[in-house]
Structures are given as structure tokens and as C-alpha cells.
């Protein structure tokens, strides 16, 4: 069955700090995809990053950098020179296929909060 | 990009009573619709997902008679607590996946319901 672990539950740092938040995975798909969504203290989810599991490139959005790892199913995520609006709680999530032609359900991690100190 | 609306983004209700929630893509035709339930300083948890026009698949552990999915249309889920209590006080979250057989799920904003 499909498994998303976030081993960090906290993480605390100060403004202008690189935090790298870590996702390790498990499935039995070749084919899946992979999420990053950031839920703020509103509670609404806000989408980050999608990754299927052929494109092993790493991506860059501005301050945002995901590592995908297929070898050490690891698709971490780096947030460089943090700022306190990146406070929130962090999200990966997995695809499962549960129909023909792309309806899925998301397994999630149990997230990291994540605390940018001024 | 793809909206999701949910309707009331915060209820309070009365132990005994039902709450209805909805669920809408405002600009898409969803295919699929999926209900999650998250308690405070935990992850989502998936109850159900629900195709238009079918009867909805629950999660195991997940009571069906309890917690009613009705997918009318394409664009429309709703969730029925029936009979709340305190215990199902919690933050109710759908989604939606586009007809378009896209990969991913479009979120909305959320309920958050409080059963007193």
C-alpha cells in the first residue's frame, strides 16, 4: 500500500535560513505522481509542486526547490533564504490509480508545521 | 486555474441535529469528487470519493449511514453529517479532479465544523 512518511513534525528556524523539509515514500506503482501542498493557518491547501515519477529533474520556482530521488524514493523539498509568510504546515502527498483514466486518490504524509522566526 | 468552493466555510451545530455541506467546481466539470476529514495538528484523512451519478466509496472505518455523499452533478458533492456530535467536530475538506482525465486534485477552502 501506498506510504507517505514527513519524519519531521516541527521545524523551527530563523527568517533568512535554508529549511529543507524531507518525504520518503512508498508504492508499488511504476507510475505515480507526487505533491507538495502548503496548508497556512487558514487551513486552506495551496498547491505547490506535482511530480511524475519518470521526471527525476529537480525544479526550481523562485526560493522553492524540490529533489526527487526515485533510488532513495525521497522527493524533498528546500526552501532558501525562508521568510515568516513561508509559516505553515507542509504537505506531501501520493497518488493511488484508482480508476481508468486518471482519477486517483492522494495519500498524505502527516505534514511538517514549519516556523520561520523573525 | 481550477476553483473550488465550499459552502458554509464554518458551521456550528447543535449535538442531534444534521449539517449539509457543499462542495462545487465553479469552473470545471469534476469527474470525481473526494471528501477528507482533518482534525487539529493532524494530516488529511480521506472518508470517501464520489463519482456523479453513483454511489459513493468510503474509507475503511468510514460510516456510511453517518456521513452521506450525494454527487448530483458534475459540478456539485455534498456531505451530510447526520446526527452530529462532539466528536465529529473537525475541519472537512473536498476536492476535485477535472473530467479532463488531469492528473491532481483541485481543493477548496474548507468547513470547519463545531458540534456543541
Known amino acids: 500500500a501506498q506510504k507517505v512518511t514527513q519524519a519531521q513534525t516541527e521545524i523551527s528556524v530563523v527568517e533568512k535560513e535554508d529549511v529543507t523539509l524531507d518525504c520518503v515514500y512508498e508504492?508499488?506503482?511504476?507510475?505515480?505522481?507526487l505533491f507538495w501542498y502548503k496548508q497556512p493557518p487558514s487551513g486552506e491547501l495551496v498547491f505547490l509542486i506535482r511530480?511524475?515519477?519518470?521526471?527525476?529533474q529537480n525544479e526550481i520556482s523562485g526560493r522553492y526547490s524540490w529533489n526527487f530521488q526515485k533510488s532513495t524514493s525521497s522527493f524533498n523539498f528546500t526552501i532558501t533564504a525562508s521568510q515568516v509568510v513561508d509559516s505553515a504546515v507542509y504537505f506531501c502527498?501520493?497518488?493511488?490509480?484508482?480508476?481508468?483514466?486518471?482519477?486517483?486518490?492522494?495519500?498524505f504524509g502527516k505534514g511538517t508545521k514549519l516556523t520561520v522566526n523573525p | 486555474g481550477a476553483v473550488v468552493s465550499q459552502h458554509p466555510s464554518w458551521v456550528i451545530c447543535k449535538s442531534g441535529t444534521s449539517v449539509k455541506i457543499e462542495c462545487r467546481s465553479l469552473?470545471?466539470?469534476?469527474?470525481?469528487m473526494f471528501w477528507y476529514r482533518q482534525f487539529p495538528k493532524q494530516s488529511l484523512m480521506l472518508m470517501a470519493t464520489?463519482?456523479?451519478?453513483?454511489?459513493?466509496?468510503?474509507e475503511q472505518g468510514v460510516e456510511k449511514d453517518k456521513f452521506l455523499i450525494n454527487h448530483a452533478s458534475l459540478t456539485l458533492s455534498t456531505l451530510t453529517v447526520t446526527s452530529a456530535h462532539p466528536e465529529d467536530s473537525s475541519f472537512y475538506i473536498c476536492?476535485?479532479?477535472?473530467?479532463?482525465?488531469?492528473?491532481?486534485?483541485?481543493f477548496g477552502p474548507g468547513t470547519r465544523l463545531t458540534v456543541t
Open positions: 502527498a501520493l497518488t493511488q490509480l484508482i480508476t481508468q483514466g486518471g482519477s486517483e486518490k492522494l495519500v
Open positions: 469552473d470545471f466539470q469534476a469527474t470525481t
Open positions: 511530480r511524475n515519477s519518470f521526471d527525476e
Open positions: 508504492t508499488r506503482d511504476t507510475t505515480y505522481y
Open positions: 476536492s476535485a479532479t477535472p473530467r479532463a482525465a488531469e492528473v491532481g486534485q483541485y
Open positions: 464520489s463519482n456523479e451519478g453513483s454511489k459513493a466509496t468510503y
